[in-house]
């Protein structure tokens, strides 16, 4: 094992710990440099600078000091040191390096993703479909993810780490779904139906006992889930055409890797809706008390087809003189034209004025109320 290795363990260990104590990292951190007998983990990263390793029973002893600290259900199994050692990261995201290039890997619903800088490696659950690897276009010229040594070295972690989800999914299963009998009956895994011959609702195929427990109840032919896979194909008419056996010389295993190269950067796209909410919050930015805010909030902002834009404001609620300077200023930007209206409308509120004195919505709220509480307390006729 490398010596980075155990430095690598010591810190998803603090991680963990820190996590299971509720306290800050470094917190966490000393106390393994405590176990380790440095005094601070400062000083622990200058010695492993220096050429100190930490030993495998470095890391027992802190993994010891983390069965202390986690609950016994978490810590699952015995409580040894090396049981949360070799389970308990397993099944969080790793991390790992090719010739020095780090990378995560995960497994999510079955299928495993392996991420790097600017690649995305993906592993379908179903053992026969295909493993695709995205890369961002933009990252062309620095990435050895280009070169076939390093897809194939990927591929051949994210291929392994499926079949350890794979064996996962399969140890929960009847060991009938997985292990044909004598005559080729396997039972389903999900509804208990058991058979020889099996039917894909998705492509009509026919499949035999053997051939779906291999492909782990994945449709062979298309892939699809084994939620679409039945033991008679009950939804075809007596017209239809027969079921197509699948043949295992068509595919076998998983096919070769697929690669596309994506330009993954964010693009703007600028509709007419992102322009408005742009326009409205430049708007409210330069409404000054609550009255012009809901006068902001309440304009009509149109933006027509050669891009210029009108807004409307209600003449009780903005100003007639009040230039929205911010939202000019956004409109510049973006090069776009500003025409301004007034108009009458019907208010949300009577009374537009009050809002002119406050800048507060809570105090406005109050006023508001107060005035429509008040012309009910002196009603003299209905
Ligand atoms: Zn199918």
Request: charged residues 25%; proline residues 6%.
């Amino acid at each position: 094992m490398k010596p980075t290795y155990y430095l690598r363990k010591l810190k998803e260990l603090s991680k963990r710990y820190a996590r299971a104590q509720q306290v800050p990292l470094h917190k966490a951190r000393d106390a393994v440099a405590e176990v380790l007998g440095f005094s601070h983990w400062n000083d622990v990263t200058k010695a492993h600078r220096a050429g100190w390793t930490p030993t495998k029973e470095h890391v027992s002893a802190v993994e010891s000091l983390l069965v202390e600290a986690l609950p016994g259900d978490e810590a699952g199994g015995p409580r040894s040191g090396s049981f949360i050692g070799d389970s308990v990261f397993e099944t969080d995201v790793q991390h790992g390096t090719i010739d020095g290039h780090e990378y995560s890997i995960s497994a999510s619903m079955g299928d495993v993703h392996m991420h790097g800088t600017g690649w995305h490696l993906y592993v379908p659950e179903a053992p026969n479909a295909e493993p695709r690897l995205e890369i961002a276009k933009q990252i062309e010229h620095e990435a050895p993810v280009y070169e076939a040594a390093f897809q194939q070295e990927a591929l051949g972690i994210a291929i392994k780490r499926a079949e350890q989800v794979r064996a996962g999914i399969a140890s929960d299963w009847p060991r009938r779904s997985t292990k044909p009998d004598k005559d080729g009956l396997v039972r389903h895994p999900l509804n208990g139906a058991e058979s020889d011959k099996w039917f894909c609702l998705h492509c009509d195929t026919s499949i035999t006992g053997e051939q779906i427990a291999r492909s782990l109840w994945h449709c062979p032919r298309c892939d699809a889930s084994p939620l679409n896979i039945f033991e008679s194909p009950w939804w075809l008419e007596e017209h239809d055409a027969q079921p197509k056996p699948f043949s295992d010389k068509e595919k076998q295993g998983r096919p070769e890797l697929v690669v596309d190269v994506v330009d993954t950067r964010p693009k703007l796209k600028l509709d007419t809706e992102k322009v408005t909410l742009l326009i409205r919050s430049a708007l409210v930015e330069d409404a000054s008390n609550v009255s012009e805010r809901l006068g902001a909030l309440f304009a009509d902002i149109f933006v027509h087809d050669d891009n210029d834009l009108s807004i409307t404001f209600d003449e009780d609620l903005w100003p007639e003189n009040k230039e929205p300077i911010s939202a000019l200023a956004v409109a510049a930007h973006l090069g776009i034209n500003v025409d301004q209206h007034l108009c009458l409308r019907d208010l949300p509120f009577a009374w537009p004025g009050l809002g002119e004195h406050t800048e507060s919505t809570v105090e406005y709220t109050k006023m508001m109320l107060n005035a429509y509480a008040s012309q009910r307390a002196d009603k003299d006729f209905e």
